[in-house]
């Protein structure tokens, strides 16, 4: 069985990285949490304060080692200590394309193995029951057997956790399963175990043994069973797993401004068809859920980042709601959860951002085309942050991005000289990170 095990390589940390010879992001994190609810603390011990309850499978940046506790950064930006045995840099990537799943250590390579995947269908992502799909996506291993039944799983056998948020958010969508069975999907991620695994979405999706020199599987992901047992004993119950359909779309995916360019062309398209600011779009509208919109002649400040996220993939509906619920406390204005309306709401949008993306100094004016930027537009009564755009990418005669948004009551979406300035004042300065942060 092929392998390779590759030397330590020099961990040298700059803006952007070379990783397996593309460019990724800044925002790109290789520790995460093993486990679901570990706490992030004001210093390294148990006396010391809970900053905030991170979540399962959560990315973070190293900052220091001090014994047994990690200093660690979110990518929100937020600074303090982890135990070290409830984090790890250790994961598995998988190329579907080229049949071969990695070991990983941070971005160095530690070691790699054949795969054998579906035979009628080894290059589709699992949509339902029976497809013969492999999921491509985020996920961690949530049940580890030794000793499984060696006619269907080889020597080992390795659960992964499909289907995960965004597998339920589709399948919810396309009425595979109902909002019940949904909401158990994802309280089981958000938990750290095994979803729910009889819907019409299936399940039992795994990394096991059996052979890698055809493929033979439902699903799953086949190893021989001597690399199987190596992989065994590199992995626990929690580590990380990437699966993507090739190299050359992780390469995408992980480039960096990979979703700012989605975000910014999303943005840029209500330019064609301008929406207007009306009163009935300031009100609460009854939406479909997940995905929900109204008339695209029609809009709020919200609403145009909304439809620029969900170009590039990411519907601000489900993520936001799903957020409140795991998070009510945090969310001090939501008085009952609604779908409906939640996301709409500028100060909402702040929240799930502090948390959820890259957060940038919006002092320094280093905005970036498809980057999201809340201001205060100073209006008495109201919320400092009552109003939210998107930086595009066409420059005012100053020289600063322009920000596509719309103002006011009766006026239309439009791209405006409103960065860099004295009014109105930049609160919030966010930039999404990679897809895979909000499966």
Request: hydrophobic share 40%; proline share 5%.
């Amino acid at each position: 069985m092929p392998n390779r095990w590759w030397p330590r390589a020099a961990v040298i940390f700059i803006p952007v990285i070379l990783v397996c010879g593309f460019l990724v992001s800044e925002a790109w994190a290789y520790h995460y949490t093993i486990q679901a609810r570990v706490n992030l603390r004001a210093g390294p011990g148990l006396g010391y304060k809970v900053l905030q309850r991170l979540e399962s499978n959560q990315s973070l940046h190293l900052v220091a080692r001090q014994g047994d506790w990690l200093r660690v950064r979110t990518l929100a930006g937020r600074t303090g200590f982890v135990r070290r045995d409830l984090v790890s840099d250790l994961w598995i990537k998988v190329h579907k394309k080229e049949r071969r799943l990695w070991v990983m250590r941070g971005r160095r390579e530690v070691a790699w193995f054949r795969v054998a995947l579906c035979p009628f269908n080894p290059l589709g992502d699992k949509v339902k029951q029976g497809d013969g799909g492999t999921p491509e996506g985020r996920f961690f291993i949530c049940q580890a057997t030794a000793a499984p039944r060696q006619a269907k799983y080889g020597a080992r056998s390795l659960r992964l956790s499909y289907p995960n948020r965004e597998d339920a958010r589709r399948g919810l969508a396309a009425g595979l399963i109902n909002r019940s069975q949904y909401r158990r999907i994802v309280a089981a991620i958000d938990a750290g175990v095994t979803p729910p695994q009889n819907t019409a979405l299936g399940g039992s999706i795994r990394i096991h043994g059996g052979g890698s020199a055809r493929h033979w599987t439902l699903g799953g992901l086949a190893l021989d069973d001597r690399d199987m047992i190596r992989l065994f004993r590199l992995v626990r119950v929690g580590t990380r797993v990437e699966i993507y359909h090739s190299q050359a779309q992780e390469r995408k995916l992980s480039q960096a401004g990979y979703l700012n360019r989605l975000i910014l062309a999303g943005a840029k398209a209500q330019l064609v068809k301008p929406a207007l600011y009306t009163q009935r779009a300031m009100g609460v509208i009854a939406l479909k859920y997940p995905g929900g919109d109204f008339s695209k002649s029609e809009a709020v400040c919200t609403d145009i980042v909304i439809r620029s996220l969900r170009a590039a993939g990411l519907d601000l509906q489900a993520l936001v709601h799903e957020d409140v619920l795991r998070h009510p406390k945090r969310y001090r204005r939501v008085i009952r959860p609604n779908p409906n309306i939640d996301h709409r709401r500028v100060r909402n949008l702040l929240v799930f951002l502090q948390y959820h993306a890259q957060v940038m100094d919006p002092r320094k004016n280093d905005f970036q085309p498809g980057d999201v930027v809340v201001m205060d537009t100073g209006i008495p009564k109201v919320s400092v942050c009552d109003h939210v755009g998107i930086v595009g990418d066409i420059r005012d005669p100053e020289g600063d991005l322009e920000a596509i948004n719309i103002w006011a009551p009766g006026l239309r979406t439009a791209s405006m000289a409103i960065l860099g300035k004295s009014y109105p004042k930049v609160v919030g300065h966010f930039r999404l990170t990679h897809p895979f942060d909000y499966h």
